[in-house]
């Protein structure tokens, strides 16, 4: 889960209001863009209610508490967010580069996984044994770091090491579970749609706006993840929908479509016309 902002809807003298997308990219590879007026923790306790499993998120301190209170859910975190603060801080200490580099190798370790197509325990043996060790002596380093006299606070790099350590149980939840990615980076390719559009279209005109653009990026982005065409689905779905029983609206989602409708699905009369 992650969070980005879009402006929809007035708020007075004509400002328009603050509000945020918090997409969530389930196990299935389907991605949906929930839409809140607030960044707060509720809209999270809302839209997770009853989920009992991992949580991948960023070190954003209301994903923190949301998992403290629920024994039933694992927090893991992004490698990628932690490697982000110590680039930050290169130009200010050169000990920077050195993180970098022990991040470096867990990464190139997911990339041997990938190129030998381990999965399930043989993926977690391998970064047991590999992976393992290099986050061990990360964690080392960054523990002798903070012990330097010269070290302020306020420096980057001390930062850096701060936001590492508070979250080091998190971030070392990916070793023990295979199905675990080592960052959000699957999550943040998929969600490009919102930052793009402010881009483009800079802003949605009212709430209601938002809400139902996160409605269409959230099957446009499916269909994508799925390799289905999203004119053919729409085509489909849209001639379907009025005749389709509303308590099987799960087989309307493009995942689903795809293994019941995809082989034959309704065409336009334009398409006809063709």
């Not at 975190?77 to 580069?97: G, K, N, S, V």
Request: proline share 4%; net charge neutral; aromatic share 10%.
């Amino acid at each position: 889960m992650d969070e980005t902002p879009i402006k929809a809807g007035r708020k007075k003298q004509g400002q328009l209001q603050a509000t945020w997308y918090w997409p969530i990219y389930g196990e299935d590879d389907e991605l949906c863009f929930t839409w809140s007026t607030s960044r707060g923790s509720v809209h999270i306790e809302q839209q997770l209610e009853g989920f009992a499993g991992v949580l991948l998120s960023d070190g954003y301190a209301a994903y923190d508490r949301y998992a403290k209170s629920r024994p039933q859910v694992t927090q893991a975190q992004c490698w990628a967010h932690a490697r982000r603060y110590f680039e930050r801080a290169q130009e200010q200490d050169p000990a920077a580069a050195e993180a970098l580099t022990w991040i470096g190798e867990l990464y190139r370790i997911e990339q041997r996984i990938r190129e030998q197509g381990l999965e399930g325990e043989q993926k977690r043996d391998h970064r047991s044994r590999h992976a393992g060790p290099v986050a061990e002596a990360f964690f080392g380093w960054c523990h002798q770091q903070r012990q330097r006299m010269d070290l302020l606070n306020t420096d980057l790099l001390a930062k850096a090491l701060v936001y590492a350590e508070n979250h080091q149980a998190q971030l070392q939840v990916y070793l023990r579970d295979p199905e675990v990615p080592i960052d959000t980076n699957h999550l943040e390719r998929a969600l490009r749609v919102i930052p793009m559009g402010r881009k483009n279209w800079l802003f949605c005109w009212s709430e209601v706006g938002a809400r139902h653009v996160g409605i269409i990026q959230s099957l446009l982005s499916t269909c994508r993840l799925h390799s289905v065409d999203p004119y053919t689905y729409l085509v489909d779905v849209l001639q379907r929908v009025a005749l389709h029983p509303a308590r099987d609206v799960e087989a309307l989602t493009p995942r689903v479509w795809k293994e019941r409708f995809a082989a034959k699905p309704l065409r336009s009369d334009l398409d006809h016309a063709r």
